[in-house]
């Protein structure tokens, strides 16, 4: 009967065992397909970087020769400082991807040691069980956290007073407040959605406040300042068309010149499009400038605090009028 009673006590343990080593397998295996998709993203960060420091070598090139021949070497030292850290913002993500790609190995190796485990004879199972739970234990709380990217946004000086130069107040005189944005399945447009009649709104709804300009810009230099104190989430920019309704706002963004400030896993990041890119600077947090030069067709973006270039859009040909606009997420 004592031989019953503890062979049935040692089944029920090994039954238990067996449960905590195929939850285990299946966290295992969920870490690595885990693992594997944040190596996909820095792999993807890498290339998106180094195309973006080329392009920002020649915007920040462009942006000297606009100015003084006295900044020429401020331009120069502005050239190494990014070439500096963008070497070693590079190497922070390799050296992110190559512990992603260790911690990858380890999970992998652990995952066969389970399997093996799991034809092993009962009594060694239960000897080596502590401790190999134990490690797979220890190999998960070693989760690598993936790099984001921020360069330094270096100040250009004198580049608020030339921009000053052309400044125009109260350009965004048309307003609405609207409930939701959404982009067509085909991306040409984006619709900004107002209270539609009939509809109740749900208190959960975020309110966005829309602003553009009353009077578009056809010609000449143009530069005003944006204030985003108080919003996280904003696009801003200029465009060609807006069509409005009595609930929506309807706009081209094929022929938008925007920056836009989204959270994309619980991080803030800029972005613009035209085409679409990435922006690895430090996010504004005060006031934002932007000048329109329309003659040269150029739109560029300003970090009104820092003094320092946000983005220029490479020269393209206007052809149609344009027009201020922003859309601000409340608190």
Request: aromatic fraction near 8%; charged fraction near 25%; include cysteine.
């Amino acid at each position: 009967m004592e031989f019953m009673v503890s062979s049935s006590v040692s089944l029920k343990l090994m039954v238990i065992l067996q449960e905590k080593l195929l939850k285990r397998m299946d966290s295992l295996r969920k870490m690595t397909q885990e693992m594997q998709n944040s190596l996909d993203q820095e792999a993807n960060k890498i290339q998106s970087l180094e195309n973006y420091v080329a392009v920002r070598k020649v915007m920040i090139k462009v942006q000297y020769q606009r100015i003084h021949l006295f900044l020429r070497e401020e331009e120069q030292l502005h050239l190494e400082a990014l070439e500096k850290e963008a070497k070693e913002t590079l190497q922070q993500l390799r050296e992110s991807e190559f512990r992603m790609t260790q911690q990858e190995e380890s999970l992998k190796e652990m995952y066969r040691d389970l399997i093996e485990m799991c034809h092993k004879p009962d009594m060694e199972l239960l000897q080596a069980s502590g401790n190999v739970l134990e490690m797979t234990d220890f190999v998960q709380m070693q989760k690598p956290q993936p790099v984001n990217p921020e360069l330094t946004s270096w100040p250009v000086t004198g580049i608020l007073d030339m921009l000053n130069n052309f400044r125009v107040d109260n350009v965004l005189s048309q307003k609405m407040t609207i409930h939701n944005v959404s982009l067509s399945e085909d991306g040409t447009s984006v619709t900004f959605g107002g209270d539609h009649q009939g509809v109740p709104r749900q208190p959960q709804i975020v309110e966005r406040f829309v602003a553009w300009g009353a009077v578009a810009f056809t010609s000449g230099r143009h530069y005003w300042e944006v204030d985003v104190t108080h919003s996280s989430n904003w696009i801003l920019g200029v465009c060609k068309d807006i069509l409005t309704s009595d609930t929506d706002i309807i706009i081209d963004s094929e022929e938008a010149f925007f920056l836009f400030s989204m959270k994309v896993n619980n991080h803030y990041i800029l972005s613009t499009n035209s085409p679409p890119l990435i922006q690895y600077v430090k996010r504004p947090l005060g006031r934002i400038g932007v000048f329109l030069d329309y003659d040269n067709g150029i739109v560029s973006f300003y970090d009104v605090c820092r003094g320092s270039l946000i983005y220029s859009f490479l020269p393209s040909s206007f052809s149609s009028p344009l027009m201020p606009f922003l859309c601000l997420r409340s608190p």
